[in-house]
């Protein structure tokens, strides 16, 4: 069995949902749900999955719906609701990663649509063709060197109390790098 995430809010712990990994041969993949028990596809709080792409850099998020390989059209056709990848750095290995988060871009307050039919419709292989019209792109912020530390550190304003990968800040550069989101 694998563990199982929650996410709580912070001040009353109030259950949000839940992310669990499945059994799945090949690639990472989890199901993401708002039961706190049944982590299934087949339940009303099922939001979506999130798993591993072409590469153990790359993630895409799925919504509700079929894979378009089961030929049931695009109305019943899963959304890809975001991608994650991870860019290599040459070094030394011990540079901090830098990750890029592509999302589709809102109009008019409304999400744009993205209903990949074919792989290189899928937002990590639009972006990498340059296709990006249509989609927003979300940066990790860069850490600082601490040479008291003797590490790379960024600012979580009290939040963070151990070093970690997990620990990130996602910007928007296009945005002037405003901060969007802290985890």
């Known amino acids: 069995m694998y563990p199982r995430y929650n ?9 949000l949902l ?24 087949q339940t009303a709080g099922y939001l979506g999955k999130v798993r591993a792409g072409n590469s153990a850099n790359e993630f895409n998020v799925f919504g509700v719906g079929e894979n378009p390989t089961k030929g049931l059209g695009p109305e019943r056709t899963r959304s890809q609701l975001a991608a994650v990848f991870y860019e290599h750095e040459e070094g030394n290995g011990k540079t901090p990663r830098k990750m890029v988060v592509l999302v589709p871009k809102v109009e ?3 999400a744009v649509e993205w209903k990949p039919m074919r792989r290189e419709e ?3 292989q639009q972006f990498e063709s340059g296709r990006m019209e249509k989609m927003t792109v979300l ?13 790379y550190v960024l600012n979580f304003f009290g939040r963070v109390t151990m070093p970690s990968v997990k620990n990130f800040q996602l910007i928007n550069p ?3 790098c405003v901060q969007c989101l802290t985890l």
């Open 7 to 15: 996410l709580v809010t912070s001040d009353t712990l109030k259950f």
């Open 18 to 41: 839940n992310a669990q990994k499945m059994s799945m041969v090949g690639s990472a993949h989890y199901v993401i749900t708002m039961e706190q028990q049944n982590m299934t596809r």
């Open 108 to 110: 008019k307050d409304v």
């Open 122 to 124: 899928h937002l990590v």
């Open 139 to 151: 940066r990790n912020k860069a850490p600082s060197w601490n040479s008291a530390l003797n590490a």
């Open 174 to 176: 296009e945005d002037g």
